[in-house]
């Protein structure tokens, strides 16, 4: 056991070891290769501006093309400090353009949050146009204007036995890789931690982080303000480097070039913009001065870029793991033999539910324009009960299922959960509270595995809404792994835990689907659809899986599957026309000439 | 320094800006509201236009030809841009989206740099159009008159073809319900290469009836198109009103600010906006179902 411990934790750190040995072999092997000292200082800095980039966009998935507001500004302000010896110390000067550009991610993020996709995008565009607006001529007596600021002292560390003083060249890349490494540590930290699993899931698909329980607004600012901190460490380094801060670090081309370097490197693998700062600077020289074609050289670059994401959308990092994985094929997951369920999975022992209704709705009416889809529904639900709903298509169903989820406003009408009026709440609250829903329509976080899908309901259980724990290991929250094994067995895919979602078969994403809803540990939990689009006899396994999930839970299931629905539960509730139509036992519904008249297309009798 | 007159010929100014903002962004605003791309080549669409005006003035000396041309020129490219790119594009992320356009916007301010070297060239202003005019206090330049005039038919024109024709019928369905209108058996993929090539037009012809007032560089669309983001972020994305809408504010924002001080003019659009954004986050004349 302690041998089996020492092997994780080995595991663990072996890529910051390999990082390492990767910086200190580095400076022995790129001058063979044509790297000038002062090029590869350059990889590196652009290398840690892209690292936060990358935390940003290939993790979180928020293309930003204004991170030069914050290159420019951490690398300013240290600049500034420095030079006018406000603050002697450089790398107290450097902590401070870090934090200050942090700051400025705050606020802009704050303002360019608010709009998600091309609006995100264009409006961090305006914002870095404006920064460097600002820094040119209202700010122009502290930044120097179009001059820039010169003179930027290099560190000096008193080490007790000998004063280290950083000067160019590999003393400087000694220096810069520290940084480096130091940087890279952090960042694996953070996507290892329950927060970058966040991030990941919010870039594949933040309205299930969001009804799963995760504060998605907030961790998309968290996101933002590292990245933002990257880059202005980035920009501070930059002025060291230098020796001297230039304004050109504001414009567009910085955040453009960025972006370039990062998607030739490939996202999501933290190491892409040093791979790709490497290839582009490697390039820029060897057509600048190689092939003497001059200005044309970004001409040449720009065509790379079109065709890499034309064709290899994952860059060269990317590309070489994919050839590798070609080469070299994985254990075979085809998804042929589908596990059957297991007879029982042992149902986790949760507290008895209050006494009184779970649910109490009253007068809940939803209009859209003249369209009344939900109208004056009354509807109360027992703890432990499993309610089934039906209604002819268009009947208001899923009108109805939204507003109790919360992900739609009532036009009129009370929704109590457990005694608590929760009518106006948000989805992330109600689902915190012990309410969710499986959607009708698969949402699902498709590029991560199952296990890491069912980690993101369990996560918003474990954690709340939103937590800081930026240091700490997602598998590390306790009770998490627990729940993540107990729903794996429960939906019955255990042995397909680490299979990617995309890759599973139809009825098992279905599966997935519920166990997201499952894992979020909800005492009430509503079920839209769960049968549909599955063959007979993935049907007769879900209704298995449907039993089972009931025991120590209460379920509202919304079916047009008759005969299962029928079997399954104990009252039943008709909606037909945006109103309840009926409401009783199985056999008194199926008895109910009203809804055998709206079934069959009879008059509906009031 | 703050006259009656000065600042009525900052309100023209203002007003010249403004609608080429207006024509501009509807370019970038009707190909967003119907293929669901933001083109981030659309800077540099301005920019080609204005070059290849410059290329047609110099071979037949006529500005009119010189508009025709710079026109044609741009639909050209934005129709084969959409053949053999775009149209790949339909079905990918909309960062995939942005990525590509902002490559290829780049290749092309490039390719023209290549061609015509960085050094800024220019158009003179059409003899017909040359001097200045008097009008009762207020002495302005004529051709500056006649761009508002000539961009108000350009407006007039785009307005017709997307509000009085069967092609400008399916666009606004497609704006509303690209899906639908797919559904409804009409080819959307041609009407998309024509729209795609006709909002590039609407860019290009901006940039040659402007290439008289500012110098052609290859960079010169590049200013623009922030400046188009903010037209259509006050606007709303999408809307044509409120490209024109926006166009005209932020023209007047950035003229009349820089009366009082030129360097806080590009600060000013930013704070309005923010204030949008606040306060309409789906623009002026946007629909909310739009993020």
Redesign the interface.
């Known amino acids: 056991m302690r041998n089996r411990d020492t092997m994780t934790v080995w595991r663990a750190f072996l890529p910051d070891l390999l990082t390492a040995c990767g910086l200190i072999a580095a400076p022995f092997i790129l001058p063979s290769l044509g790297f000038a000292a002062d090029t590869v200082n350059r990889i590196l800095v652009l290398g840690l501006f892209g690292i936060g980039f990358d935390i940003l966009?290939g993790f979180t998935?928020l293309?930003s093309?204004g991170q030069s507001a914050f290159f420019g500004t951490g690398g300013f302000v240290a600049a500034y400090l420095t030079i006018n010896g406000i603050i002697p110390n450089v790398m107290l000067a450097l902590v401070i353009g870090t934090i200050v550009g942090a700051a400025t991610g705050v606020l802009v993020g704050l303002?360019a949050l608010?709009?998600?996709?091309?609006?995100f995008?264009?409006?961090t565009?305006?914002?870095a146009?404006?920064f460097f607006?600002?820094e040119?001529?209202?700010l122009a007596a502290y930044t120097g204007g179009e001059n820039g600021l010169s003179g930027v002292p290099s560190p000096v560390f008193n080490l007790g036995f000998v004063t280290w003083r950083v000067g160019t060249g590999y003393s400087m890349y000694t220096f810069l890789a520290i940084c480096f490494l130091v940087g890279m540590i952090i960042a694996r930290r953070i996507i290892h931690s329950p927060v970058g699993a966040i991030f990941m899931a919010i870039r594949d698909n933040p309205i299930r982080a969001r009804a799963v329980g995760h504060a998605v607004e907030r961790y998309k600012l968290l996101a933002f303000t590292i990245a933002a901190a990257y880059a202005g460490l980035a920009g501070g380094l930059l002025g060291v480097l230098q020796g001297y801060m230039p304004p050109d670090a504001f414009t567009?081309d910085t955040s453009?070039e960025l972006?370039?370097q990062t998607?030739i490197g490939g996202t999501g693998f933290l190491f892409g913009p040093l791979a790709g700062a490497a290839v582009w600077l490697y390039l820029r020289d060897f057509l600048q001065s190689g092939l003497g074609l001059g200005?044309?050289w970004?001409?040449v670059l720009?065509?790379i870029?079109?065709l890499l994401?034309?064709f290899l959308?994952r860059g060269v990092i990317g590309g070489v793991i994919d050839l590798v994985g070609l080469a070299r094929p994985r254990r075979s997951s085809a998804p042929t033999d589908e596990e059957p369920l297991p007879a029982d999975a042992p149902p986790k022992k949760r507290p008895a539910p209050p006494p009184g209704p779970v649910l109490e709705v009253r007068g809940l009416s939803r209009r859209f324009g003249g369209l009344v889809a939900n109208n004056d529904i009354d509807f109360t639900v027992e703890a432990g009960e499993l309610r089934g709903v039906i209604g002819p298509n268009g009947a208001g169903k899923s009108t109805f299922f939204k507003m109790i989820t919360c992900e739609m406003a009532p036009t009129a009408g009370t929704i109590r959960f457990q005694g608590r009026d929760i009518t106006g709440w948000d989805v992330t609250d109600v689902c915190q509270i012990g309410l969710t829903k499986s959607y009708q329509v698969n949402q699902l976080f498709t590029k991560l595995t199952v296990r890491q899908n069912l980690a993101i309901s369990a996560l918003a259980a474990a954690r709340g809404r939103f937590r800081l724990d930026v240091l700490r290991r997602a598998t590390h929250v306790p009770g998490v792994t627990a729940q993540i094994a107990h729903t794996l067995a429960l939906i019955g895919l255990t042995g397909r835990a680490d299979v990617a979602v995309s890759d599973l078969a139809y009825g098992e994403k279905r599966r997935v689907e519920i166990g997201l809803a499952l894992a979020s540990e909800p005492t009430l939990l509503l079920l839209d659809e769960p049968l549909a689009g599955m063959s007979p006899q993935e049907r007769a396994e879900t209704v298995q899986l449907l039993r089972r999930i009931r025991v120590g839970r209460t379920l509202i299931v919304v079916e047009h599957d008759m005969d299962a629905i029928f079997g399954l539960a104990e009252r039943i509730t008709v909606l037909c026309e945006g109103r309840v139509l009926a409401d009783g036992t199985p056999l008194e519904i199926q008895a109910s000439k009203a809804v055998q008249d709206a079934y069959l297309g009879g008059e509906v009798v009031e | 320094m703050l006259s009656w007159p000065n600042f009525i010929s900052q309100l023209f100014n203002g007003l010249a800006l403004g609608a080429l903002l207006a024509l501009i962004s509807s370019g970038l605003t009707v190909i967003y509201g119907t293929l669901g791309v933001l083109n981030l080549a659309h800077g540099a669409m301005f920019m080609m236009g204005g070059y290849g005006g410059f290329v047609t003035y110099q071979y037949t000396h006529s500005f009119a030809l010189a508009l025709v041309g710079g026109t044609l020129c741009v639909l050209v490219i934005g129709v084969v841009t959409e053949q053999v790119l775009i149209r790949h594009f339909y079905r990918r992320p909309p960062e995939d989206q942005l990525l590509v356009t902002f490559g290829l916007g780049i290749v092309f301010v490039e390719l023209v740099r290549l061609g015509f070297g960085s050094l800024s060239l220019q158009v003179s202003p059409p003899e017909w159009a040359s001097g200045i005019t008097r009008m009762g206090f207020l002495i302005y330049p004529t051709y500056r008159l006649y761009v508002m005039g000539i961009i108000a038919v350009a407006l007039a024109v785009l307005y017709l073809i997307l509000y009085r024709t069967r092609i400008g019928m399916i666009v606004r369905a497609g704006i509303e319900d690209s899906g639908m209108v797919d559904m409804l058996g009409i080819n959307v993929f041609r009407v998309f290469m024509l729209v795609f090539g006709i909002g590039a037009a609407a860019a290009g012809f901006a940039g040659i009836v402007d290439a008289p007032v500012l110098p052609l560089t290859p960079d010169m669309g590049d200013q623009i198109l922030v400046e188009t983001f903010v037209v259509v972020v006050i606007g709303g994305v999408g809307s044509f009103p409120g490209a024109i809408l926006g166009g005209l504010i932020a023209g007047e924002i950035l003229s009349i600010t820089s009366m009082f001080n030129p360097s806080y003019s590009q600060v000013m659009l930013f704070v309005v906006m923010t204030l949008v954004l606040l306060l309409r986050p789906q623009g002026l004349l946007g629909q909310s179902s739009r993020t």
């Open positions: 966009f998935g293309l093309f303002i608010r709009r998600t996709g091309i609006y995008a264009m409006i565009v305006a914002i146009e404006t607006f600002v040119n001529s209202p567009f453009g972006i370039m998607m200005a044309a970004k001409l720009g065509i870029f079109v994401i034309c959308r």
